[in-house]
């Protein structure tokens, strides 16, 4: 699998708008926390089906953009921060210790 990098607010709406899932991890570039969570959750990916988009967001480089994941998620923000779509609903939102591609690939029937 491979990071897709969110940069753009068109990438949001079309994440909203897409049938079926995403995964959006929410990363600190300045946070070991963030990047302990970000590295152990790429050991486990393979279990998220292959065919699932996986967009990686800097926070610090677009911050206006995690601001707007927050908004049309109805999600409070946090970092790290990892987010379950589905049918353009958030359906699952884990942070910090909580993040687990297991538990994602769960809820992604």
Same mark, same amino acid.
């Given at each position: 699998?491979?990071?897709?990098?969110?940069?753009?607010?068109?990438?949001?709406?079309? &994440?909203?708008? $897409? %049938?079926?899932?995403?995964?959006?991890?929410?990363? +600190?570039? #300045?946070?070991?926390i963030s990047s302990m969570a970000k590295r152990n959750f790429e050991l486990d990916w393979d279990? &998220?089906?292959? $065919? %699932?988009?996986?967009?990686?967001?800097?926070?610090? +480089?677009? #911050?206006?953009?995690?601001?707007?994941?927050?908004?049309?998620?109805?999600?409070?923000?946090?970092?790290?921060?990892?987010?379950?779509?589905?049918?353009?609903?958030?359906?699952?939102?884990?942070?910090?210790?909580?993040?687990?591609?297991?538990?994602?690939?769960?809820?992604?029937?």
């Amino acid at each position: 699998m491979q990071w897709i990098n969110l940069s753009d607010r068109n990438q949001v709406d079309s &994440i909203k708008k $897409n %049938t079926g899932y995403s995964v959006i991890f929410k990363h +600190s570039t #300045r946070c070991s926390i963030s990047s302990m969570a970000k590295r152990n959750f790429e050991l486990d990916w393979d279990v &998220i089906p292959a $065919n %699932t988009p996986c967009y990686f967001l800097d926070l610090i +480089s677009y #911050r206006d953009l995690s601001n707007l994941v927050s908004e049309t998620f109805r999600v409070h923000h946090e970092s790290p921060q990892l987010l379950v779509i589905k049918d353009g609903e958030c359906i699952l939102d884990a942070s910090h210790s909580d993040i687990s591609a297991a538990e994602a690939a769960e809820v992604i029937v």
